[in-house]
């Protein structure tokens, strides 16, 4: 039975891989979470929270945009069983500390941008409105447009081959310099256009990359999904689990590596060697192997084409010193 049925029909955002994510947390497959605890760590309209609610769990849920958390604060008000937290992955184990919980039973993340974030064209996440270039989560801190206008150019172009593997960065940072001020999202996707000489009607607009790129930028996303592992590998109970759902291949990459290096799997040294087992004791078991939308919800929900679902199941290993953890 799917668990849509939780999620009212006026709700804001279709959360994505909704029955795999709740069967990865629930190894039992009984949908019955009456005792447990588990985190959510990307709230955004409360799609899992909500799923999670309605199968009996006590959910700590996080969001850094206060947007969310106020919504939250109204959906929710019926529900003893939610704590919410207006703070960051980084956050989460501070958080969880300060309202008494030392360990948990589950924890989901939704990484990157909510599909609400993107429909709002004031929060300038997306450029199919014009709006401020702002970008930010949190709605605090150094905007996109202060990086756009403010960064050397050497720094722009690095922000965007590193997050966005944008071959013509270079290109694209030299015409941002050149068109500072820019206060718009609209202004920012036309000066990417015309870098890379991008023609109306084509099939992917160049701008894509680059507001992909800024916006992990502006928000140190992959940072904070670092952080976040981590934490959780603190948390977890034995046998509880841990499901991460990504929606572009720096995300993925660094779920799928951080997986690989917990469950005691060693890289090869060279090509002619297989891969082996390390010394070091597995931290998680029963790794998944990447989980897609099926063609039902894609034809519902087409924004989760592009999802990656990634579980574990914690051991009863001690977790692994934070220096002793290799970054992907």
């Known amino acids: 039975m799917s668990l849509l049925a939780a999620i009212p029909h006026d709700a804001p955002h279709i959360p994505v891989l909704l029955d795999e994510v709740i069967g990865a947390l629930d190894p039992a497959g009984l949908l019955d979470f009456s005792g447990k605890v588990i985190v959510d760590a990307t709230l955004g309209a409360g799609g899992y929270t909500r799923a999670l609610l309605a199968a009996g769990a006590t959910v700590h849920a996080f969001d850094r945009d206060p947007d969310a958390i106020a919504a939250a604060r109204e959906w929710g008000a019926g529900y003893d069983r939610l704590i919410l937290h207006p703070r960051r992955f980084s956050e989460v184990g501070d958080a969880l500390a300060e309202a008494g919980v030392s360990a948990i039973d589950g924890l989901v993340a939704d ?55 944008e071959r013509q960065s270079r290109r694209i940072a030299r015409a941002i310099v050149a068109a500072r001020p820019l206060e718009t999202t609209g202004q920012l996707a036309n000066v990417v256009r015309r870098a890379l000489g991008y023609k109306q009607g084509a099939p992917k607009d160049p701008a894509t990359r680059s507001f992909q ?81 099926g063609e039902v919800e894609l034809n519902r929900n087409p924004r989760a084409r592009s999802a990656t679902l990634r579980f574990a199941t914690r051991t009863d290993v001690s977790a692994r010193p934070a220096g002793s953890r290799r970054r992907p």
């Open 213 to 293: 790129a800024i916006r992990i930028h502006v928000n140190d996303e992959l940072g904070e999904l670092e952080a976040l592992l981590a934490t959780a590998e603190s948390l977890l109970g034995p046998g509880g689990r841990l499901a991460i759902v990504s929606f572009h291949s720096l995300e993925d990459r660094i779920v799928k590596q951080f997986f690989k290096d917990a469950s005691g799997v060693a890289s090869a040294t060279s090509r002619y060697m297989p891969v082996a087992a390390s010394a070091a004791p597995a931290v998680y078991s029963h790794i998944s192997k990447a989980i897609r939308a």
């Open 111 to 165: 990484i990157g941008v909510s599909s609400m974030q993107l429909d709002q064209q004031g929060r300038g996440f997306a450029f199919s409105s014009d709006g401020p270039l702002d970008m930010r989560m949190s709605q605090e801190g150094p905007s996109a447009a202060d990086f756009c206008n403010e960064a050397a150019e050497e720094d722009i172009a690095n922000v965007l081959y590193n997050y966005a593997e």
